[in-house]
């Protein structure tokens, strides 16, 4: 039973000193505002509150249909992980010489660029790190079709830029393999010129040709020497060996853009310092040739050098539709690797931890949340049951959004979603003694309740806060190394932590008001556990 004498020298004397600073005194809530106005708010954040669960609710269901509105067709689903569905992994290797120093900027650079290609198959969350200092592992979950994802990485090659002649661009076909002076040895058949053959003029009208983003160009065609193109076998005389004058490690980008003069659709590039400066000497002195662009030891296109082009920048223009220039454009921004890598080795995986292992996991989660609602329940009383139906909101909020981004859940990301029910309870926790203690020195129910809000806030804030910034510091670290499974730790906390904030402030505390406010305190002392 609440002490009588407390509650009336609180009546009598707390009330003066706390009127212009503490919550919901005389009337007033903690931010001085009248009470009466601020109650009156509840049951409008009560209705926002299950407007949301409610949406909530529809995306967790199983039976989901998906968002199918218009131009929006996404099917909503849980997107899990390698280790809980299986799928491909694939390794690579640098193919280059043992002897043959490679950078750890370099397989950097080759990890972001698979991981970019990769992205494009439509994977959730691929893993795709450096394994050593010359091997790059990917894994794919839930991958469809094997052989296509293989045949996507594979393309992932080197790119380069090789100096040929005005008339070579007429007789290369896509299946031809052309010997570089740059990278790794080419498989046969490889390409051999012998005789003469002039190509037709309908050929070189339709070639690409390649000028400065400056200016609009003409194609110079007239200088053209006669080549035939012939395919032997390896007893057959040297194959030629076409030079490398850049490699895609001088690309700095590729795109689709509308030329500025003529408005047809051209492919934009641009060089680093260091290639624009080589780009630039080398079309200065090969006006009207053809510089291939290769990919993988196969020409993908062979623009003619209509002007010297100086600024580092340039346009690929020619018969181009927008999937054309725009498939130019990703095989230029996606292969321009700085080391050749080739696969070593591609299986398909099932799950590491199995089905069996995936349900006992899920019981133990359903039992250590049960767990910790019944202590709220038991402990803090009523207050406790009415935190126990916030963290229901929490964890149908949280899930909703695992399934709406998507989010990969892998068991180190189930493992976040669990440890960030327990900063959820520890806010509640906070709150409740708080509350009780302003209860013991004579507060009025609605007043406890904003007192212990108002303060046990800046400890909430400080422990969550403290929280993200480690959640931070975790993507960095999974996002710089490829540790993938640390990055879907760290966002599964992050993500329970911020709503765990949410229903804490806010679902918790419009709970108790709309539960509490009309409840005498005095007459039922047990339920509040004083």
Known sequence: MLPSHLHNEYNQSALPALRGRQSGVAGFSWNGEP????????????ILILILVAAAVWIVLPTNPGIHIGSIDRDIKVVRGLDLQGGLRVLLEADLPEETEITSDQMNTVRNI????????????????????????????GIGNPEDAVDTIKETGLLEFVEMTSSDF??????????????????????????????????????????????????DADATPTIQVTQTPSSSPTPRVFHTVLTGAQLKHAFV?????????????????????????????????????????????????????????AFISGSFTYEDANSLAIQLRYG??????????????????????LDKSTIAGVIGLGVVMAFMALYYRLPGVLADLALLVYATITFALFKLIPVTL???????FVLSIGVAVDANVLIFERMKEELRAGRRLYQAIDLGFSR????????????????GILYWFGNTFGASIVKGFSVTLALGVMVSLFTAITVTRTFLHLVLDNIRLTEHPRWFGV
């Not at 299946?175 to 498989?187: H, M, N």
């Not at 046990?456 to 959640?471: E, Q, V």
Request: hydrophobic fraction near 35%; charged fraction near 15%.
């Open 35 to 46: 009470y009466h106005q601020m109650s009156q708010r509840y049951p409008l954040r009560l």
């Open 114 to 141: 698979v991981e970019n290609r990769v992205n494009g198959l439509g994977v959730t969350e691929p893993i795709v790190q450096v394994a050593g200092s010359r091997r790059i592992l990917v894994e794919l979950p």
């Open 170 to 219: 007429a007789y290369f076909q896509g299946d031809q393999v052309l010997l570089t002076d740059f990278g790794r040895p080419v498989p046969s058949p490889t390409l051999v010129i012998e005789a003469s053959e002039t190509p037709t003029s309908t050929e070189v009208e339709n070639s690409p040709t390649i000028t400065s983003s400056t200016t609009e160009g003409t194609t």
């Open 257 to 313: 853009t509308q030329h500025p003069n003529t408005n047809e659709i051209v492919v934009a590039i641009e060089f680093s310092e260091e290639g624009g400066q080589i780009f630039s000497d080398y079309t200065s002195a090969h006006v009207g040739e053809v510089l291939g662009i290769v990919l993988d030891k196969r020409l993908i296109s062979a623009p003619f050098i209509n002007e010297p082009i100086t600024e580092g920048s």
């Open 336 to 357: 321009a690797l700085p080391v050749p890598m080739k696969v070593v080795e591609s299986k398909t995986v099932g799950p590491t931890l199995g089905q069996d292992s």
């Open 410 to 416: 892998t068991l180190p990301g189930i493992a976040g």
């Open 456 to 471: 046990a806030w800046p400890s909430i804030r400080d422990s969550n806060l403290s929280t993200l910034i480690t959640c």
